[in-house]
C-alpha cells in the first residue's frame, strides 16, 4: 500500500513499511513495529535512525519507554519540497557544470524494464510552454508500466504549459484521450516493435523486448532528421 510511490520519493523498502505502519497502527516501540512490519529488530532500529535523521518520524516517552510516531503527511511534503528547494539553488552551477563539458552529439543508452520513465522523467524537466512532443509507433499499454504519480504530474504539466502531443499509432491501438493529443493511424507492420519520440533537441528510441532498451540521442541535427521523418509519416498516416 504505497510502498511504491514512497520507494519513488526516495524511501527504502524498509522505511516505507515503517513509516506507513506508523500512519496506519499509531504510536509504536520498536518491537510492536517488528510485529506489524514483519521486519527484524535490527532492521527496524537502523530503518527508525535513518528516518529521525531525515525528519519523517520523532520519538515520544511513554511509560519510561522510547516510542515512535510518524509526522503528519503534509510535512513529509515540506520536507520534501526543502529538498527540491535546497536543489533549487544549486542547480545553475550544476547546469554549468553539465555544459561546459557537453559534446555537440551526446548519447545515452538504458536497460531495464522501466525505461520509459526516463522519458517520462525528461519531459515533465524538460517541457516549455506550447512545445510539441512527436511520438512514432506508441503503444499506450505501456503506460500501464509507469508509476501513476508520474503520469498524473506528466498530464497535469502538458495541460498547464498547453504543450501539445503527434501521435502515429498502430492502427487500432488503444488511445489516451486529452484535447492536447492528436493521433494518426498507420499498419502495423509499418512500425514494428520499436518506439521514436521527438522534442526539442532529443531524440529517444524504444526497443521493446526482453529486457526493453532505450537510445537516448540529444543533438539538434539528429532531432531535426527524426522529425523529418515523422512529418513524411505523418502526411501518409489516417
Known amino acids: 500500500m504505497y510502498q511504491a510511490e514512497l520507494k519513488e520519493l526516495g524511501l527504502t523498502d524498509n522505511e516505507s513499511k515503517v513509516y506507513l505502519a506508523l500512519l496506519q497502527f499509531g504510536t509504536l516501540s520498536p518491537t510492536k513495529l517488528a510485529e506489524k512490519t514483519g521486519l527484524h529488530r535490527s532492521y527496524i532500529y537502523d530503518t527508525l535512525e535513518r528516518l529521525l535523521e531525515r525528519g519523517i518520524v520523532n520519538t515520544l516517552l511513554l511509560d519510561n519507554r522510547k516510542t515512535y510516531q510518524a509526522v503528519d503527511p503534509k510535512a513529509l511534503r515540506e ?4 529538498k527540491l528547494r535546497q536543489l533549487d539553488s544549486i542547480l ?4 554549468s557544470l553539465f555544459s561546459s563539458n557537453l559534446e555537440e552529439t ?10 520509459y520513465l526516463n522519458l517520462i522523467k525528461d519531459l515533465i524537466a524538460d517541457l516549455k510552454k506550447k512545445d510539441t512532443v512527436y511520438l512514432i509507433g ?5 503506460l500501464e508500466t509507469v508509476e501513476p504519480i508520474y503520469l498524473k504530474q506528466y498530464f497535469t504539466i502538458i495541460k498547464e504549459r498547453n504543450v501539445k502531443e503527434k501521435i502515429i499509432i498502430a492502427s487500432g491501438s488503444k488511445k489516451v484521450q486529452q484535447k492536447n493529443i492528436e ?6 507492420k509499418y512500425l514494428g516493435d520499436t518506439t521514436t519520440v521527438v522534442y526539442q533537441n532529443k531524440v529517444y528510441l524504444f526497443i521493446w523486448g526482453n529486457p526493453h532498451y532505450l537510445i537516448v540521442i540529444n543533438s539538434a541535427k539528429v ?3 527524426y522529425l523529418k521523418q515523422f512529418n513524411l509519416f505523418w502526411e501518409v498516416a489516417k
Open 79 to 82: 520536507i520534501f519540497e526543502l
Open 183 to 188: 493521433y494518426k493511424e498507420l499498419d502495423k
Open 223 to 225: 532531432s531535426n532528421n
Open 138 to 142: 506508441v503503444d499506450e499499454k505501456i
Open 106 to 115: 551526446r548519447v545515452e543508452l538504458h536497460r531495464g524494464k522501466r525505461v
Open 92 to 95: 545553475p552551477q550544476l547546469l
